[in-house]
Every structure is written in C-alpha cells, then in structure tokens.
C-alpha cells in the first residue's frame, strides 16, 4: 500500500508495476485521482496553462495499481491497517503486507497574527485556479473604482517566501497582471505594485548564487520590489504590517514560506525529525521492516552530505519514490535492496516570459539557453500530457494567455491552514 500520488508514491507505484509484476497488489490511497506536476503550478496562476495540463490520469498510467479514493487519517501498525476517509465522508480501513509512506506536505505557518485568515496559499491546482481568478478580479475592481487610495490597494500583491515558488509566482504574475492593466485603458497610468519578501538574504536562498542573482536581476527589472531580510509581522484585512513597522495596503497576501509534512505523519506515533518520519539510508523504519517512507514525509539521511537530511524537492522526492519501490520489492524476494543515493543534476527555474535560470550539470545559463533547458526539463519529468502542455505553450506564445475571471474556488474553499497539493478540504 502506498499513501499519497505525489511525486514520491506515483513514481514508487510505477516502479513497482514494472519490477513486481504479478507478484503483488499495487493498492494506492489518494484524495484525487491524478498526479499533480507542482513545478508548473505558477504558470497556472499566471494563465499560461490550464489546470489539467498538469495533472495526470492515475488510471490511465498506472493500469495495474488499484486506486483508492480517500484521506488517510491513521495507522495500526501492529495490525497493518490504515484508516481513511472517503471522498464522500464514509469511514474504512484497509489491510497491507507493506507500507509505503509518502503523503507529501502542506504548506508551512507561521506564529504571524493574521495570516490564516489573510493569506492566500499556493500548493494545488484550487489555490492556482483562485489566484488566478483573485489577480484578474482585483484588476477589473481596480477598473471600475474612481477612488485612488481603494485603486493602488487593489493594485498591490505582496508575496512572502523568495524560495522557488514564490519566486516563480511572483515572476509569472506579474506578466499577468500587467497583461491585465494594459487592456485596460482607465488603468494605462496606474502602477501595479509587487513586493516580494523573505527574511532571507537573497531571493532563493537554498539554490545556487549564480540562479539566485539572474532571478533577481529579471525580477527587478519587472518592477518587482524584492525586499529580503524582511517579512510580515501582522496581516489585516486591509493590508499588512512589515516587520519593519511599514504598513502596506492590499488586498492580495500570497503565501510561499515553505512547506511541512503532511500532518499525517504524526498518526504513525513514530519517531520524527523536523517534523519528518525517520527512516534510514534504504528508506525503511528503523524497527518496522514492513513500513517505509519517502518524499517530503520521510527524513531521508544525505549520504553525499553526513548528518544532514536530503532536501524536500520534487527531484529527491521522485529518486526515493523509484529506490523505495526497489527496496520493497528485495523484501519478497525481487532483486536486492540498496541505499538511496543522489547526484545533484541542477536546478531550473521558469521567471516567466523568455527568461528562466538554470544550471544543469551545474552550467549556469539565463535567458533563452535557460528557457529551453527549463522547458525541456519539464517536459521530460512528466508523466502524461506533453503534447498538450507543448501546444499550451506554443498557443500563449502566439495568442497570448486569456484573462477572464471564472470566479469557480471560493476563498472559503482553499483555507491557508490546511492547504496542500492534494487537500481541496479540511484535514480530519
């Protein structure tokens, strides 16, 4: 049994199909019924890609697994049985021989007065689609008002987190927005304000310098204010306070701090690390031979760096999520179990437009090089959809990204605390 489809348990299921076919049920647990490609999250926001060209058909890749729509909510592990809520709010359990954990993570709070009921947080295709919807709104509001003060605060978007997302939000959205404005002639004089925050030194502060200076560079010259060694001390429903004592009014607050695991990792009454399932280098429990982990749930020891844990990535997350199959698989007898290890293939990072940063091989490029790289890349990780994200791509270069508001996730529905890349609802 395999808990979560994101990319760690979508790539051990695929993996297990193939080194344990016919020797094994393949029961895979989910609340959707597709795999999200979170990297490509912002250009939804940024109206460039439609929502289902990152998602992928569960029971179209993965034939052989046996798809089961449901919140995992508990564990028995003496038992071997994992609790969990169905779509329609209808309890069950299921048995397993194996467990594979790798439920992924939510977003990341803060102790910040304010923020949960303020902020609007990015990790799934619901928050995507509201954000794009709330960017085309409070451009159209902005339109219809007279008054200078409501017009520069409906104008105004503030992104806290300069790590990848919140980069890449605020690099796509901002296209957007000025895309927006300049269609409308009663704004052609009015500024639309982007800030992005980070208490950090620089703007993706856990990526190479040389990425770390392009994305700035672009951002700047967008007219974004990057304003690092800073951040939010208090969100209000008119604005938010800095931790410098300015007060900025707004009414859009993005959030793109970071990301922890999934709660649900905590039901397992195991030990933890960061909030982190402890597992070792071969991704099992220590203790419990029948449960393993990988992804952003597990705490995955670094080989290639001693005591420390490797990152929460999408790269690590889909290497464990192969190596993890593997490693169950030598539990009954197919093949043998090896410990996880990486090589560092490089980062990329889309800003949007014709820019992008990216160092594969550890190659800095910028600019079109990078944009090429960065498209390819993604197109090459996916699983599904690739002739139809390329043609998206292909039609927005042309046509340009259309900005109608559809006005279809309300804000009730995307709550900052329980946002994650797969949870449309509440966490029971």
């Not at 919140?166 to 927006?180: D, I, K, M, N, R």
């Not at 990152?311 to 889909?318: F, G, L, N, S, V």
């Not at 709550?415 to 994650?420: I, S």
Request: net charge neutral; with cysteine; aromatic share 6%.
């Amino acid at each position: 049994m395999i808990v979560g489809a994101g990319f760690a348990g979508f790539h051990a299921a695929k993996t297990l199909c193939r080194v344990a076919r016919g020797r094994a049920e393949i029961v895979l647990v989910n609340p959707t019924d597709y795999f999200l490609y979170v990297p490509l999250l912002p250009e939804v926001a940024g109206g460039i890609l439609e929502p289902r060209r990152i998602t992928v058909s569960l029971a179209d890749t993965l034939p052989e697994v046996r798809l089961v729509l449901g919140e995992v909510d508990g564990f028995d592990l003496e038992d071997r049985q994992v609790r969990y809520e169905t779509p329609v709010g209808m309890h069950r359990e299921l048995g397993y021989d194996r467990l594979i954990l790798a439920a992924g993570s939510v977003n990341k709070l803060l102790p910040i007065p304010g923020v949960a009921e303020h902020a609007h947080g990015f990790r799934g295709i619901p928050e995507a689609i509201f954000l794009r919807d709330h960017l085309t709104q409070q451009i159209e509001l902005a339109d219809a008002t007279d008054d200078q003060t409501e017009r520069d605060s409906l104008c105004t978007f503030v992104v806290v987190g300069a790590g990848y997302t919140g980069t890449e939000v605020a690099a796509q959205c901002v296209l957007y927005t000025e895309l927006l404005r300049k269609r409308r002639p009663r704004l052609r004089n009015q500024r639309v304000r982007w800030m992005l925050l980070d208490i950090a030194e620089r703007v993706l502060p856990e990526l190479d310098l040389r990425l770390s200076r392009t994305a700035d560079k672009v951002l700047r010259e967008r007219g974004v204010e990057v304003r690092t060694g800073l951040s939010v001390a208090e969100a209000q429903p008119d604005g938010v306070r800095l931790t410098d004592g300015t007060f900025v009014a707004t009414q859009s607050l993005i959030w793109c701090v970071g990301v922890r695991p999934d709660p649900v990792v905590e039901g397992l009454g195991l030990k933890t690390e960061r909030g982190r399932l402890v597992v070792d280098e071969y991704l099992n429990v220590p203790g419990h031979p029948d449960v393993f982990a990988a992804g952003d749930a597990a705490a995955v020891p670094d080989l290639a760096r001693p005591g420390e844990l490797t990152p929460m990535t999408a790269q690590h997350a889909e290497r464990q999520g192969r190596r993890v199959a593997h490693n169950v698989a030598a539990t009954f007898g197919t093949g043998e179990r090896k410990p996880y290890k990486h090589k560092d293939l490089g980062f990329v990072v889309d800003l949007g437009g014709l820019q992008a940063a990216a160092n594969p091989l550890q190659i800095p490029l910028a600019g079109l090089p990078a944009k090429a790289v960065t498209r390819g890349y993604h197109l090459l990780s996916m699983p599904g959809n690739r002739m139809r994200t390329a043609t998206e791509w292909l039609l927005d270069a042309v046509l340009g990204p259309q900005t109608t508001h559809l006005g279809v996730i309300p804000a009730d529905d995307v709550p900052l605390e329980t946002a994650g890349p797969e949870r449309t609802r509440p966490h029971r």
